[in-house]
């Protein structure tokens, strides 16, 4: 709180006096004459200010609310105001008075910055950023602005932005503690290693006492290698360190920047803490598993993962038992969604939410995300018979929710992704608890009863591994949106595609992508004179490595080339340029491989012995494809390698797709939802019954 004189009152000097001296009991009595005499505000300003000095936080707002009602020229009552109503968990109300603030003052930095720190308390992230980005605008040395641009540029792993503000931070204050240690953290998400660790510890020699910079200075060293130097920087602070674990782990979030080196060594490294007696318990968490999903992992391997991540998942207090219903009547089917909104998951339930059949079924719709604002949320929420947004509840206040809502089928949508809260199903909310889409994997044990899926995908060879009961659908078990609109395709310049040349694609999540099938990939752009290879712009970093890694292949970087994320019907439109999907190896394309065929592209696919691996080819035999589904990595190149070079046998695939459009069982909206509604029957049956969860096949 500023203490910056103001007038010649004399009781005003007097009490600033008091204040500078730290005598805030005094102070308040003299700025109460102060304030009484003159009631001019900033003599009621200085009186909030003493008053909260005092922790008299009442006393404070209303001192402060008479400082702006009787026309404070500075923007600081309004932030004091802010900063009191803030502390009181009242942050609807400090916005009010902050944006009241910068109505009298738009170009202030000090009420912008204040603004966006109570939007990142309310979770409006894109918001707060349009303010900092005023507050810097105002004024670029505010330093606070800066570092907390920085930190939501992190957070959205934007980390070419992040890096800038911490430069300019560290620039600014080379002995900033804060900015060192986030430009090491930014530097960590980079995997620039050395940067990172010069960084940490130059944090640590400034600030000994903050263990989180020597535990950055390891994490950097195990990243390189140095395993038993990093075991030592952390000696004291941090008794169950486990170098070889910092090592696996650092090894797989590479793969979210297709930064591909050290990778065997990284995989060789998880085998090694999965052989361990705890088989990986203490070190899989849910990111590890994720990415265990898009590296070559058996089944097995990714059952012991799944029971680790499941393991690190601590139940949440429950305070009262699961309501009951009368077995009597409809099922109340409630979906647990993370992803409500400009979401694949948004596109993949909406039928299924909207089109059951409500004389038996009543669907209630759960998010676990932030209102996006869009059109696709309103409507997806508006097809459940009850929605609700539990995005500001902690997980204790979601199980008490849940559990009141009286359900009789619980569905984990989320499984592993952000920000689902797999915490909720192993506390237990539901009588039967089951995942649809959500992890193409285990769960673990603990989380659900059953896992929907369908013979092809999870085909009896693979179904032992599973921690849950399979519930084995028609092929495929996901539901297309039959209703989904293509765009017109626009032309290819506009999507920065050359006007001549064969365009491969693979416009799925850069962390899917691995080094075996993108070698392939090379290979095939090589084969094919003037072809370029079309992949989703998932940021600088990631296109620098993938460039990199095509040059190193003897390809030119300028034939990989990145499309922008858009709308749906955009998307689908542009996918008209594409001459064929290639598909990834470990991790399919999911939602964009089905894109991509009713957008009329074909796509061709190698499986594995996973349920990540083998989604794409249940979605290619389901579309009239199954001659595109290979087995081996040579079948995958020479299918696509023959498709490339002959026109003719291209064109007939693409025409197979256009007419299979309204009858072929990946296209088919209603029969997908009839048996998801099949399958919900025989899971509540058996458990009215008093059965355990078993196998399940729904014809």
Known sequence: ???????????????????????????????????????????????????????????????FRRAIERGARSADPFAALAVAL?????????????????????????LHFNVAVALEHRGADEQALEHYDAALAARPEHAGARLNRG???????????????????VEAEPQSVEALLNRARTYLQLHQDDHALRDARAAARLAPDRHEARKSAAVALASMGYLEAAEAEVRG??????????????????????????????????????????????????????????????????????????????????????????PQGRIRVGFVCEGVGRHPETYLLR?????????????????????????????????????ADLSGMDSPAIVSRLRKEALDIAFDAGGYFLPARPEIFKTRVAPVQAAYLATPGPHGEGLVDYRLSDAQTTPP??????????????????????????????????????????????ITQAWKLEPESFSIWMRLLRAIEGSVLWLLDSGAAVNRNLRAAASSRGVAAERLVFAPRVELDAHLGRLQHAGLFLDTFYFNAQTTAIDALWAGVPLVTRTRATMASRLASTFVRSAGLGDLVTDSSEAYEATALRLAREPGRLAHYRNLLVSGRGSAPLFDTGSRVRAVERAIEAMVGRSRAGLPPETLVVP
């Open 1 to 63: 709180m500023t203490t910056t004189p103001g007038d010649d009152s004399p009781a005003l000097r007097a009490g600033l006096a008091l204040l500078r001296n730290n005598q805030a009991s005094s102070a308040e009595a003299v700025l109460e004459t102060a304030a009484r005499d003159s009631d001019e505000a900033l003599a009621w300003h200085y009186l909030g200010v003493a008053r909260h000095a005092l922790q008299k936080r009442a006393g404070a707002i209303e001192a």
């Open 237 to 326: 602070i941090d008794p169950a360190w486990d170098s070889v674990a910092a090592y696996a782990a650092r090894a797989l979030q590479r793969q979210d920047l297709c930064d591909w080196r050290d990778r065997d060594e990284g995989i060789a490294a998880v085998r090694e803490l999965l052989r361990r007696p705890n088989g990986g318990k203490g070190f899989v968490e849910e990111s590890i598993y994720m990415r265990m999903l898009a590296m070559p992992f058996d089944s097995e391997e990714l059952r012991l993962a799944a029971n680790a991540a499941a393991a690190a998942i601590h139940c949440v207090p429950a305070t009262e038992p699961i309501a009951s219903r009368p």
């Open 151 to 169: 930190a939501l540029h992190l957070r959205y792993a934007n980390l070419d932005k992040a890096l800038a503000d911490f430069d300019a931070l």
């Open 351 to 387: 039928r299924v939410v909207g089109d059951m059949d409500r004389a038996r079924f009543e669907v209630r719709l759960y998010a676990l995300n932030r209102d996006d604002g869009t059109g696709l949320r309103r409507d997806f929420a508006s097809r459940a018979d009850a929605f």
């Open 86 to 110: 803030g502390q009181e968990g009242r942050w609807c109300e400090a916005e009010s008075v902050l944006l009241d603030g910068l109505a009298r003052l738009p170009d202030d930095a000090g």
């Open 461 to 506: 060879e693979l179904q032992g591994v599973w921690t849950e009961k399979l519930v084995l659908l028609p092929a495929p078990h996901w539901v297309h949106d039959d209703s989904n609109v293509i765009a017109p395709a626009g032309t290819r310049a506009e999507h920065g595609l050359p006007a001549e040349g064969f365009v491969f694609c693979c």
